[in-house]
């Protein structure tokens, strides 16, 4: 035999086999719980977060970022549609000759082995019998064929429910629609084309202007799945289509425009519904289509489907109080942006720019310290990015109104340097008004040199007297002066910096403990003072005033880790919603039905159609009949049905 004959009749029959497609569905089954468990096609940071950069670099070789859409998959689809199709063209003959045929060829010796067979006794008129017993079969709903014998006898051989084996056919069909469909609905095409080098992924954000024509895909693509953020009165005509760590620009063939995005929310805050009112702009229409669709209800144009997928910020308008944390002077200076725009700070080396990346209006949160609380709206927050000149960045989100913590209200602003970070958050405690003023001023003062010696005098008043001794008085004085300097350098991190220079390691505890009472005592001094220079009426002594002191100490000390001069405190907000499109082209997606209408008749027919044959066998010499029963199921229902049937035709022959 020619070996090259002898391995393409192997290579097809492995291809055809039961074994064969049973394992590539085995795979498809695993990679679908792959992808049904692990978010497809999510930002590289976000898997790089979750997984490291070892499994990260793993896991993206294996394609499993992207399951559905990966070579080997689209492969595995490809060789089933192949080898399920190779087993439909080589067994469908065989099942309709199967399905066509009444195996009227039996021999009496063959039906005399079968399990389910009897003999009866023919009593009664031969000729009668015969019409009676084929009366039985017609009422039994069987077709059948009498072919005669040689001897004289008859063999009347019946089939029933022979449409069974269509399942098997059906079922095998339906793969393969499926399968195509599947196919269809791959990014086979870029595949090709990335291959060949026509194609690339573009992974620098760029305006859609400037992404080039290798990194587009045309209107002509068979199928995509994409997403366009359209803020209210704006129109897009492109697609953005995440693949792996980049992106591709999808040409649409009309523009769609939003002309208003509505949300309701829950008294909680969250969301409870959102739609959008669109309008497509088309040249091949006489007026632009307007439609307002929502989630679960899409609006769909020249096959493609436009779902409304999720909402976000469409540019709001934000103003700002600028702080600058570490000057003496407490007025802030005012700043102005929009979310996905720009602002500056500051001057010549120490300038920074300013990128306004999220607002978010409503923000549910769990504040109780166990976390068993009610989750509740906090208020708006806005998220940014401070950069440097070289190009180093960190991120904050600083909140627009008071939180509760145990009970207390501050200013929240948090801060990472890398998203792999959690924000840690400055806390600033509220004044009376639940104001940040009161810090603010408190803070003037802490940081301005010239009114340490009044504070120290003030203090040196009260705890010393008026007749207390000059020298001990200066010496105290000039004490105070010196902890305020150090405390005005890095807070409490610095005095503890001085504590372990100067003082031995058996007295720094006692030492540290008098240092912080002190420091107590002058930031309520430096409190009043910054009071009575705003005409507000001054602190006295109590709990809640300990409490105050405590956390205005320690957002002060925390100011020197925020990374920043420069705290952005939320003012007013022009609120811009901007709705997220989810754009769909599924030409496979039909197929995929009537795959499953197939699949659905398919298993119905095996199910619940049982093949079922009889064989009689007339013989008018030996005055008898033999009955014999076969069915592609032998379970109780056909026992039950073989016993019914020999007792009346046991009747019928006698």
């Given at each position: ?11 097809l029959?492995?291809l ?40 990260f ?7 499993l970022y992207?399951?559905y ?7 595995i ?12 063209y080589?067994?469908?003959p065989l ?8 195996k ?14 009897a003999?009866?006794n ?14 039985f079969?017609?009422?039994k709903?069987f ?8 001897d004289g006898?008859?063999?009347i ?5 022979t449409?069974q084996r269509?399942?098997?056919?059906f ?10 469909g599947?196919?269809l609905d791959?990014?086979?095409p870029?595949?090709v084309q990335?291959?060949l080098?026509?194609?690339r992924?573009e ?15 045309s209107?002509?693509?068979?199928s995509?799945?994409?997403n366009?953020?359209?803020?209210e ?10 693949v792996?760590?980049g ?11 939003l ?9 909680t805050g ?44 469409g ?5 700002f109080?600028?702080?600058?944390l ?8 005012a700043?102005?942006?929009n ?17 306004y ?21 906090v208020?708006?927050?806005v998220t ?5 000149g ?12 008071p939180v ?10 948090g ?5 792999q970070?959690?924000f840690r ?5 509220v ?33 010393l007297g008026v007749?207390?001794d ?6 105290f ?10 405390f ?10 001085v504590?372990?220079?100067n003082v031995?390691?058996?007295?720094r505890?006692?030492?540290a403990?008098?240092?912080?009472k002190m ?18 009426p001054l ?14 100490l ?10 920043t ?9 022009e ?7 989810q ?22 027919a095996?199910?619940?159609?049982r ?34 049937y020999?007792?009346q035709l046991?009747g019928i022959?006698?």
């Open positions: 035999m020619n070996p090259k004959l002898s391995f393409t009749k192997n290579f029959d492995l055809s086999s039961m074994r064969f497609a049973v394992s590539l569905l085995s795979v498809l089954g695993v990679a679908s719980v792959i992808g049904t468990v692990l978010k497809q096609n999510e930002p590289y940071e976000n898997y790089i977060v979750k997984f490291g950069q070892f499994w670099a793993m896991f993206e070789r294996m394609g992207d399951v859409h990966s070579v080997w998959f689209l492969v689809l490809l060789f089933l549609v192949v080898s399920t199709s190779l087993c439909i080589r067994n469908t099942m309709l000759k199967e399905w066509r045929t009444f009227e060829h039996a021999t009496e010796k063959s039906l005399r082995a079968f399990s389910h067979q003999t009866f023919l009593t009664a008129d031969y000729a009668a019998v015969k019409q009676n017993l084929l009366q079969l017609d009422a709903g077709k059948y064929k009498i072919r005669a014998q040689e006898s008859e063999l051989a019946a089939k029933a429910g449409h269509w399942g098997y056919i079922t095998h069909v339906a793969m393969v629609v499926i399968l195509f599947g196919l791959g990014n086979l870029f595949k990335e291959m080098g026509y194609k992924i992974t620098k954000d760029l305006p859609v202007s400037k992404v080039p024509e290798a990194s587009k895909m209107v002509s693509n068979p995509f799945r994409g366009m953020t359209l803020a009165g704006s129109t897009q005509n492109v697609a953005f289509l995440r792996r760590d992106y591709l620009v999808q040409e649409l063939p009309f523009a769609v425009g002309k208003d995005f509505r949300i309701e929310h829950y008294a969250q969301p409870k519904s959102f739609e959008s009112d669109l309008v497509i702009f088309d040249p091949e229409l006489k007026e632009p289509i307007a439609k307002t669709i929502s989630v679960n209800h899409p609006l769909t144009y020249k096959g493609i489907a436009i779902y409304q997928s999720d909402f976000q910020d540019g709001t308008g934000l103003k109080n600028v702080w600058n570490f000057s003496s002077n407490n007025q802030p200076q700043l102005s942006g979310i996905f725009g720009e602002g500056a700070l500051g001057e010549g080396d120490a300038k920074l720019r300013v990128e990346n999220d607002f978010r209006k409503f923000n549910i949160i769990n504040m109780s310290p166990d976390g068993k609380g009610k989750p509740h709206n208020g708006p927050n940014y990015k401070l950069r440097d070289r190009g180093q960045a960190t991120e904050y989100v600083t909140y627009m109104q509760q913590i145990d009970g207390q209200f501050y200013f929240l602003s801060m990472r340097e890398t998203v970070e959690d958050y400055l806390r600033i405690p004044d009376e008004g639940l104001s940040i003023d009161g810090f603010m001023g408190f803070r003037a003062i802490m940081l301005d040199a010239s009114k340490y010696p009044e504070i120290a005098k003030r203090i040196a008043q009260k705890s007749r207390g000059p020298e001990i008085r200066k010496q004085e000039l004490s105070l002066v010196r902890l305020l300097t150090v005005a350098q890095g807070g409490y991190s610095e005095v503890a910096k504590i372990e220079k031995p390691e058996k007295e505890e006692a030492s403990t008098t240092y912080i420091v107590n005592v002058a930031a309520y001094e430096a409190y009043n003072m910054a009071l009575e220079l705003n005409n507000k602190l006295k002594n109590s709990a809640e005033t300990e409490r105050l002191m405590r956390d205005s320690n957002a002060f000390s925390d100011m020197f880790f925020y990374g001069p420069y705290y952005l405190q939320l003012n007013q907000f609120h811009k919603e901007a709705s997220g499109l754009l769909t082209k599924s030409p496979g997606q039909k197929w995929v039905y009537l795959g499953s209408v197939i699949l659905v008749l398919g298993i119905f095996m199910m619940y159609i093949e079922r044959r009889v064989w009689l066998y007339l013989k008018p010499g030996a005055k008898e009949v033999h009955f014999a029963m076969a069915s592609n199921r032998k379970n109780l229902e056909f026992e039950q049905e073989f016993n019914l020999r007792e046991a022959v006698s």
